[in-house]
């Protein structure tokens, strides 16, 4: 397997999910820019009336932007209490008509073969103990020609094990960054092979999380670790970016 193993996280606070969106604090940037990204590049690879799943949905933010672009999305989490919450969160408004969401496991999706055109799936691989049987669900359910966005850890990052060191001495702020989660590490090049193995064909991968934090402070900043993104050795972006996301396509 790509992952370095660990133990991963089972569960969530939700009122810490929810503040990752709600009071978008410096040191959740992580967090809420994965699923920017996330939500920009299904955007681009959909059409309004598509129907898309976004599994790992927590408290459905992402969910219910892709709601909002005229996609008809189904948020699947395994914990109830993030459905819930979601359901009272998201369900009444009137801009995400095509919206649901149910409480089901990442690697026993309740979906017939192919009848789905899309899976997004944000800071949620690195918390599976077996993320290729995600994997599996998600070619199985997917059509043909449908696409899967997930995001990753970098296992290669020098930045995050940098940062890794930082959670160590410095004082804890009691967000959900500071938590002591544990989670699975990708490393590009192997992950590509697991995914082709899987019947995916990788269309682009993309790094992101271009900084350091300790608390609420980044540095750089968090326009200038977007501006990092755009780098063009991919060398550099590999060594340094502290995740990645990836496009690929069932063919």
Excluded at 34 to 45: F, M, N
Excluded at 154 to 161: G, H, V
Aim: glycine share 8%.
């Amino acid at each position: 397997m790509s992952a370095k193993w660990l133990k991963p996280v089972d569960h969530f606070d939700v009122e810490q999910w929810d503040r990752v969106y709600t009071t978008r604090a410096g040191g959740d940037f992580v967090f809420r820019r994965g699923v920017e990204l996330a939500k920009e590049i299904s955007y681009r690879v959909s059409s309004p009336g598509e129907v898309w799943l976004d599994v790992g949905c927590g408290t459905g933010h992402l969910a219910a932007m892709l709601s909002r672009t005229g996609r008809s999305v189904i948020g699947v989490d395994h914990d109830p209490t993030m459905i819930d919450y979601a359901k009272r969160r998201f369900l009444n408004e009137h801009s995400t008509n095509e919206l649901n969401f149910i409480a089901a496991d990442a690697c026993n999706l309740p979906f017939g073969n192919e009848t789905v055109d899309g899976v997004v799936a944000t800071s949620l691989a690195g918390c599976l103990s077996f993320p290729e049987r995600f994997f599996q669900e998600t070619y199985r359910v997917l059509c043909r020609g449908g696409y899967a966005v997930m995001t990753f850890t970098n296992r290669d990052s020098s930045l995050l094990k940098i940062n890794s060191y930082l959670r160590k001495i410095m004082p804890p702020t009691g967000g959900l960054k500071d938590n002591n989660f544990s989670f699975r590490l990708y490393q590009d090049k192997r992950l590509a092979k697991d995914l082709k193995r899987n019947g995916f064909t990788v269309i682009e991968v993309s790094y992101y999380s271009f900084f350091l934090n300790w608390g609420d402070r980044l540095l750089p900043p968090a326009s200038w670790a977007v501006r990092a993104e755009s780098l063009k050795n991919s060398k550099i972006q590999r060594r340094l970016g502290r995740n990645f996301i990836v496009l690929m396509q069932k063919i």
